[in-house]
Structure formats: C-alpha cells, structure tokens
C-alpha cells in the first residue's frame, strides 16, 4: 500500500505528516505530482467539524493524525436493532420493530474526535437530568418495575431525539439571529467611522 508523505498539515508551530503510514480511502482519487510523492485529490471531511479526515494505523492515537481519523457512526444504534458493532453476529432485543427515523443502518463518517468524543458523550448536568427526568414522567414513559417489554425504553429514547431536535433548532435560530444582529452592528459601526474619517477630511480641508 502506498504511503502518502506528501500532505503535510501545519498546526500551530509544528508540521504533521498526517497521511504518513496511511492507506487511501476506497474509491478516492490518487495522482502523482511533480515530486513523485501520492497525493490524494479528493477527501473525507467530517460530518461535524468539517475537517480532513484520513484512514491508517493510528486510530485514536494522541496526536493530529489519530484525532483525525475516520470513524463511521451510525445515525440509530445499531445494538437498537438487536446487533453490536463489538459482539458481531450476536442477536439481542430489538428495541425498535421499525426504525421511528427510517434511518436502520445509515451512517455517516466523522473525525475521531467529534464521533467518540462530542457525540457519544453528551454532557447531561444535574439540572439537564432532572428535567429529562420531569418529561420522561409527563410522556407518561417512567417506570416502576422494569416491565417484560421494551415500549417506554423505545419512547425515551425518541424522547431524547425529540429534545435534541428541538434544541438544534432553538440554537440554531438564536445563533443565526445574533450573528444577524452582529454583522447589522458591525456594518453600521463601519459606517459610522467612515462618516466621521469623511467630516474629518472635510474639516481639515477648510
Ligand atoms: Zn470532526
């Protein structure tokens, strides 16, 4: 397997071969330039942060390369359905019949970081837990005894999706209005000092 030396990623101060010791992705275009070294002309970027993801031996390593690593991350747990990415081939429940998403086994591909880091950690603080805990009880999705079905687990776990939805789009609304605002305020701050450079000309050419 080729190794790809050529692209080099400056980060801070320091240069990172991070494509040393990769393999190229399947189905990804690879040239040889003037130098002779590979490169690859096109490339995974994550679903999340947008960076440039590769593919190599250096999963998870503490270092650019390894937080830049692809990783698929499936949309609706696989293990919802009754299987495991790490117990391959063992069959458990189901938790859903039918995915609620139409999203059974779709994935997408991130960079280490925002797939095992951002997304399988969500913080969730005492606060945040006792109003899940509160709209779990008014969903009417709380439980005394652990009964033999798996009904109310489903439901809290579209819950949650129902939370995640609505506060995407709560912050992404407030985000989009500030931004808004922020570009109005700047604009017109320009405009201000621009008018105020412009009487001052005219002043001193009095
Ligand atoms: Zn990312």
Same mark, same amino acid.
């Given at each position: =397997?080729?190794?790809?030396?050529?692209?080099?990623?400056?980060? @801070?101060?320091?240069?990172?071969? &991070?494509?040393?010791?990769?393999? #190229?992705?399947?189905?990804?275009?690879?040239?040889?330039?003037?130098?002779?070294?590979? =490169? =690859?002309?096109?490339?995974?970027?994550?679903?999340?942060?947008?960076?440039?993801?590769?593919r190599?031996?250096?999963?998870a390593?503490? %270092?650019?390369?390894?937080?830049?690593?692809?990783?698929?991350?499936?949309?609706?747990?696989? !293990?919802?359905?009754?299987?495991? *990415?790490?117990?391959?081939?063992?069959?458990?429940?189901?938790?859903?019949?039918?995915?609620?998403?139409?999203?059974?086994?779709? %994935?997408?591909?991130?960079?280490?970081?925002?797939?095992?880091?951002?997304?399988?950690?969500?913080?969730?603080? #005492?606060?945040?837990?006792?109003?899940?805990?509160?709209?779990? &009880?008014?969903s009417?999705?709380?439980?005394?005894t652990?009964?033999?079905?798996?009904?109310k687990?489903?439901? !809290?776990?579209?819950?949650?999706?129902? &939370? &995640?939805?609505?506060?995407?789009? *709560?912050?992404?609304?407030?985000? !989009?209005?500030?931004?808004? +605002?922020?570009?109005?305020?700047?604009?017109?701050?320009?405009?201000?000092?621009? %008018?105020?450079?412009?009487? @001052?000309?005219?002043?001193? @050419? +009095?």
């Amino acid at each position: =397997m080729a190794r790809l030396t050529a692209l080099l990623e400056r980060t @801070g101060n320091e240069t990172v071969d &991070i494509f040393q010791n990769c393999r #190229p992705l399947s189905g990804r275009a690879l040239s040889r330039h003037g130098d002779g070294n590979l =490169m =690859m002309t096109k490339t995974e970027t994550c679903g999340v942060c947008g960076c440039r993801l590769h593919r190599g031996r250096d999963y998870a390593a503490a %270092s650019v390369a390894g937080r830049s690593h692809a990783t698929r991350h499936h949309y609706v747990a696989e !293990r919802f359905f009754g299987r495991s *990415a790490n117990r391959r081939g063992e069959i458990r429940g189901r938790v859903f019949v039918r995915c609620p998403w139409g999203a059974e086994g779709k %994935s997408q591909v991130f960079c280490y970081e925002c797939h095992e880091l951002v997304l399988h950690n969500p913080v969730l603080l #005492p606060e945040d837990l006792k109003r899940l805990r509160d709209l779990v &009880i008014l969903s009417g999705l709380s439980e005394r005894t652990k009964p033999a079905h798996v009904r109310k687990l489903a439901g !809290r776990i579209e819950l949650l999706h129902d &939370i &995640i939805e609505a506060g995407l789009g *709560a912050v992404l609304r407030r985000r !989009r209005r500030d931004n808004t +605002r922020l570009e109005r305020t700047g604009a017109a701050a320009s405009h201000r000092k621009r %008018s105020v450079v412009g009487a @001052g000309r005219s002043t001193a @050419g +009095r």
